[in-house]
Structure formats: structure tokens, C-alpha cells
């Protein structure tokens, strides 16, 4: 199992670093902690010089960073960090072309304005563009395994690749595995039938959210409940675009609380 995790050497990203540690650590997982850097706009005059202390900087806090991590997280064997210039996701595209990532574990800033924290992050980015399972890990996110986790479903059918990845994180987390239908009202007859696949193995209960807001209807579910962890299947259409939509996703305060695995399809 290979894990990448971006760092900018921040305590929101020293959370997503310590959290995938806890959540694979047992897994035997190899873990690469990427750190990019860009030049930024400036006189053509002094962009070698900056581009020197850009990079010393950055390999200095990574050799840092993993000569703790070696200290500190004994059950990691694997580990190594990589500092490349480029754009982020850009980065992360080019990488996993070459080493295939299992997932990769990111943090989020905690801010209250949702539209700077999501819609211009490169967590963001990352959430509409990566073909790899993305765990979003909220500022502050405790370092524990995963009890309980729910997937939102519109009743809506899942591909292959959608299914195997929930599947084999369901396994992996060995936690208990729910889905979530928020709706104006309880579909009549819906139950786990409805979700016409198996995931895994697993036949997941249907738990039902009565709202007219899916995001609030979430939000709601998930502050009530006890829930570890909610898996969303990216789509160019559907449920997680009516979330991530600019005008709903200023309500969507469940970023600041809940981890996040956000599947491709």
C-alpha cells in the first residue's frame, strides 16, 4: 500500500500526516510526504537566487520532518519525502502516473469561510481533479481508527471502481459501515436493497435524513451521530456536485468536523 501526503510543514498538515500514520501504520504502508514550491512572479534578475532558497528551504524542513517521523512513528517503516517544484496537483497527476498511490491523506485550514477554504484550496482542487482516493482530514482531527463510517448515496448506481474502493476501505478500517439518503422525505421502500451493489461484501443499513438542503441534512446526520469518517463518490454530475456547487458549499460546515474520503468514478 503506498500513501502520499502534501505538506507544507503546517500544523493542519502535520494533522493529515499524523492521521494517515494512525489509519495505515498497522497496514505496512509505504508513505511518501510530498512538499512542492513555485517561483513566485518577481524580477527576472533574482529568480535564480530565490529559486535556490526556495528549494534548500524546503529539502531542509523535509529532512527534518522524517528524521523526527522516524522517531516518532516506529511502525512506519517505509518512509521517504520528496520535494518537487510545480503546482501541487500537478505534481501529485505526474507522480502517480509513475507509482500508482493507493490514496492520498491532505488537511484542510479550518476556516470559516467554506468558499476560501474549499473552492480555492488546493484541497479542492485536489476533491474535483485526483484520480486517487482522497482522505480530507479537518484541522484539529484526532488520531484514532475509524469506528463507524457512512457513505451518501443517492440511490444513484456506482460504478466498478467506485464500489472496489469502498469495499476495501470498509475492510481495512474493519469499522462499522452505514450509508446516508437525505431527501425532502423518506423514500418509501427505499432500504439497503436500493443501493443495488455490494460493496465488498457488505450490504450497508440505509439511514434516511429528512431535509431540503442535502448539505445541511448532512451536516445535521453527522453532528448527531457518531460517525468517524463519510465516504462521497465524485461525480462530473450528481450528489457530490450539488454539494460542491459555490453556492451550497458555504454551508457545508461538516468540513470543520468530520474526515472526508472523497472516490473517483
Known amino acids: 500500500m503506498k500513501i502520499l501526503i502534501p505538506t507544507d510543514f503546517s500544523p493542519n498538515s502535520r494533522t493529515a500526516l499524523e492521521y494517515a500514520v494512525c489509519l495505515f501504520g498497522a497496514h505496512n ?3 511518501v510526504i510530498l512538499n512542492t514550491w513555485q517561483i513566485p512572479h518577481t524580477g527576472t534578475g533574482m529568480l535564480v537566487s530565490i529559486e535556490d532558497l526556495l528549494r534548500e528551504d524546503a529539502e531542509r524542513s523535509m529532512h527534518d520532518l522524517i528524521s523526527e517521523l522516524k522517531i516518532s512513528a516506529q511502525n512506519i517503516t517505509n518512509l521517504r519525502g520528496e520535494v518537487k517544484e510545480g503546482a501541487l496537483n ?3 497527476r505526474t507522480m502517480n502516473r509513475k507509482e500508482q498511490f493507493d490514496y492520498v491523506v491532505m488537511g484542510t485550514n479550518g476556516s470559516d469561510d467554506l468558499h476560501k477554504k474549499i473552492i480555492g484550496s488546493n484541497t479542492a482542487n485536489a476533491m474535483r481533479s485526483t ?3 482522497l482522505i480530507i482530514i479537518p484541522e484539529g482531527t484526532a488520531c484514532k481508527q475509524p469506528k463507524r463510517i457512512a457513505l451518501a448515496t443517492d440511490f444513484q448506481p ?3 471502481t467506485a464500489t472496489n474502493h469502498i469495499g476495501r476501505f470498509a475492510q481495512l478500517t474493519m469499522a462499522s459501515f452505514e450509508a446516508v439518503h437525505v431527501n425532502e422525505k423518506v423514500v418509501s421502500g427505499s432500504s439497503k436493497s436500493d443501493l443495488g451493489f455490494q460493496l465488498g461484501g457488505l450490504s450497508p443499513e440505509v439511514v434516511h435524513v429528512v431535509s431540503d438542503n442535502v448539505s ?3 451536516d445535521n446526520y453527522l453532528n ?3 460517525i468517524d469518517l463519510l465516504i462521497m463518490v465524485r461525480r462530473d454530475y450528481g450528489l457530490f456536485e450539488r454539494i460542491f456547487h459555490k453556492s ?3 454551508t457545508l460546515a461538516m468540513h470543520t468536523k ?3 474520503l472523497v472516490i473517483p468514478e
Open 216 to 218: 445541511s441534512g448532512l
Open 29 to 31: 504502508p509505504e508513505l
Open 158 to 160: 456506482l460504478d466498478g
Open 90 to 92: 500537478d505534481v501529485i
Open 224 to 226: 448527531t451521530g457518531d
Open 131 to 133: 484520480k486517487v482516493p
Open 248 to 250: 451550497v458549499s458555504r
Open 258 to 260: 468530520t474526515p472526508l
